[in-house]
């Protein structure tokens, strides 16, 4: 009997191995076909700059040395002296779009180039022009003038992509002419820099001249724009960086159409929901976009104020501030988009037109305020408070009207110290209420504990940036 249910056993385990070395994919037998199909809408660019010569391109001598003269008429017969302009060429990657010669690769590419010229797979070169450029995602739009249809490669959809799916990147490294390699994608949603960054990881190798040139899926599309690496030796060590083609086709897009980038505009600056702040506001979960600050725009237009909660956004759900930034630059500029806030527990629906960000950046936000009451100090949270005056409120880098309490020491071992609060802050909202006197804040305290919390949101101003930090009122 034992040796039968062992055979089973045995049996059942040699099934299930089966189907688990069924369902797992080994790597392709080669890459050639595919390399072969889409190597030709693979270019190689080469920029010429003017350079101005400065006194470091010049041999150093010391002044008075027998070899100072020497070195001045060389240099003047070799037409390098005197501070003359000189050519600096440099290289990178790129990838044909359509077949009547518009080229993607990087902003830094071509970034103060007098002249770009583009090598195909074949051998050819032609001059390309420089339609736009979006310095935030480091993309740039060309384009060529051919006799003949050029071959070319589409965008996939890198949602699709997965950890572990293959890819192959191609382009131009260290100047070698047209590189093949492949790997995997490593991570997903990776962010270096820059407000719009998705990138995917691959450990498929790029090196300097990669710039600019395609990762490839297994279909052959396009689903990254080859832009960084990871390396302490400036070789790749199996971490590179492509943004995202999701990313890339839309300010593609938009630089083919408007030659720049035309990005959605809410208006509002916002932050993360932490847990301790989502936990001092009542909330069941750390997510959305807290906003800290409505500025006169769109969204003020609309209604939203301090202290909402950005859960929606043209009907999908916000998770982080982060993925709220990317939904709006993605909308329409003048279109009207339904939003959802979470407002003192409750849900609110308010409809956004939204204006247009690349018009709005620069411009300044107005402060609020009244007059502050009669000074006094006092400590509570850790920190020694006092209200604002309007010679403070100046010298803290708000308007001479501002209101609230300014922080006038920080206790090191406090929460409120470990949490970033600093001499200068000024204590603008706690509850979510306007604070003017220390009583203010005081009775906010006292509400939150006879609500049962063990935090309290405030709203922090310094040098007129807005943020929220939630701090424990249980000790």
Known sequence: MMRGLTALILSAALVLGQAMYVEARGAPDSFADLSASISPAVVNITTSTTVAASAEDSPQVPPGSPFEDFFKDFLDRNGNGGGKPRRSEALGSGFVISEDGYIVTNNHVIDKADEIEI????????????????????????KVESDVPLAFVPFGNSDLMRVGDWVIAMGNPLGQGFSVSAGIISARGRALSGTYDDYLQTDAAINRGNSGGPLFNMDGQVVGVNTAILSPTGGSIGIGFSMASNVVAKVVGQLKEFGETRRGWLGVRIQDVTPDVAEAMGLADAKGALITDVPDGPAKDAG????????????????????????VADAPVGQAVRVIVLRDGKTETLSVTLGRR?????ESVPAVGAPAPEPEKSAILGMTVKPLTPEEATALGLSAGAEGLAVLEVDEVSEAYAKGLRVGDVITE??????????DLEDRVEEARNAGR??????????????????????
């Open 304 to 327: 939203m104020m301090s202290g909402d909660v950005i859960t929606s956004f043209g009907g999908a759900s916000v998770a982080d501030t982060r993925e709220l930034v990317r939904r």
């Open 454 to 475: 063990k935090s309290l949101l405030l709203l922090i101003r310094r040098a007129g940036d807005p943020r929220f930090v939630a701090l424990g009122i249980d000790r």
């Open 430 to 439: 706690a509850g979510q209420q306007r604070v003017v006197r220390i009583k």
């Open 358 to 362: 690349e018009t709005a950046e620069g």
């Open 119 to 142: 090598e195909f797979f074949s051998g050819k070169r032609l001059e390309a022009k420089l339609i736009g450029t979006d310095p935030k995602t480091d993309i740039a739009l060309l």
